[in-house]
C-alpha cells in the first residue's frame, strides 16, 4: 500500500486472526516490522509467513494469554529484545462470550475483565516505560460500540469496553508530553472468525447473519477486518511533526 509505518515496529494483540490478523497485515504493508501477539502458535507462525511472503517487512510470533501480566511483560521485553523499541500497540485482544445482568458467572465476569482490560492495561504499562526511553509511540484501543451502552447479552463484555475507553482517555492525557498518543477506535459488527463461529453455534447461517446485518446497520453491510485496520494505521506511529 505505502510507507507510512516504515521503520516502525508495531505490537498486535490477537493479532493471529479476525481483526487483529487484518491489522497486523496491513501495517506490513505499510512498511512496519509487525510483532504478531497470541495463543495459537500455528496461526500466529501463519500471519507471520503471510507477513514476510507478501511484504518482506519483519514479523515476529510472541505467544502468549495477556489476561496474565507475566505475559503482556514477555510480550514488550520480546519486542524490545528483537527490534531494539517499541512503536506502536495495538490492543485488540478481546473475547466477548454472552451474558446477562442477571445471569453473568462470577467465573465469566474474571475470564472477560482478565483478557479485556487486565491484559490491555499490562500491555500498555510495558509499552509505555519503553516508549519513555525511545521518544514516544502510540497506543490504539480496539473499542466497541458496546463501551457505552452495550447489548443486553453482553453486559460483562460492555463494562470491560468502557474500562478500556477510560484506559484510553487516562494515557491521552497523562503521557501526551512525553510524545505517547492514545486513541480508541470504535468497532461496530465486524463479520470476524469469532463472530461468525458463535451465531454458526446459535443456529444462524453465514447467510441469514448477513441479512440480519443489512437490515440493522446503516451501511447494509458488516464491517470488515480490513474496515478496522484503516481506522487502527491511521492512528498508529508516524513521523513525528516537530
Not at 18 to 25: D, E, F
Not at 32 to 52: C, K, Q, T, W
Not at 147 to 174: E, F, P, V
Request: charged share 20%.
Amino acid at each position: 500500500m505505502g510507507n507510512r509505518l516504515a521503520g516502525k515496529v508495531v505490537v498486535v494483540t490477537g493479532a493471529t486472526k479476525g481483526i487483529g490478523k487484518g491489522i497486523a497485515l496491513m501495517c506490513a504493508s505499510e512498511g512496519a516490522s509487525v510483532v504478531v501477539g497470541g495463543r495459537n502458535e500455528r496461526d500466529g507462525l501463519m500471519v507471520v509467513r503471510d507477513i514476510e511472503e507478501a511484504y518482506g517487512t519483519e514479523a515476529l510470533f510472541v505467544q502468549g494469554d495477556i489476561s496474565r501480566e507475566a505475559a503482556c511483560k514477555q510480550l514488550i521485553e520480546q519486542t524490545v529484545n528483537r527490534f531494539g523499541r517499541v512503536d506502536g500497540l495495538v490492543n485488540n485482544a478481546g473475547i466477548f462470550p454472552r451474558g446477562t445482568m442477571t445471569d453473568t458467572s462470577e467465573e465469566l465476569f474474571d475470564s472477560i475483565f482478565a483478557v479485556n482490560i487486565k491484559g490491555a492495561f499490562f500491555c500498555a504499562m510495558y509499552a509505555i516505560q519503553s516508549m519513555l526511553k525511545t521518544g514516544g509511540g502510540s497506543i490504539v484501543h480496539m473499542g466497541s460500540t458496546n463501551g457505552y451502552k452495550g447489548g443486553k447479552d453482553l453486559a460483562a463484555y460492555s463494562c470491560s469496553k468502557g474500562a478500556m475507553l477510560t484506559l484510553n482517555r487516562h494515557i491521552a492525557a497523562h503521557y501526551a508530553r512525553d510524545h505517547i498518543r492514545s486513541n480508541w477506535v470504535t468497532v461496530g459488527w465486524v463479520a470476524s472468525e469469532g463472530e461468525i463461529e458463535l451465531h454458526q453455534s446459535r443456529g444462524l447461517s453465514p447467510d441469514k447473519l448477513k441479512e440480519l446485518a443489512e437490515s440493522h446497520i446503516p451501511s447494509g453491510r458488516m464491517q470488515t477486518p480490513e474496515d478496522m485496520a484503516y481506522g487502527t494505521v491511521f492512528c498508529c506511529p508516524t513521523k513525528r511533526v516537530k
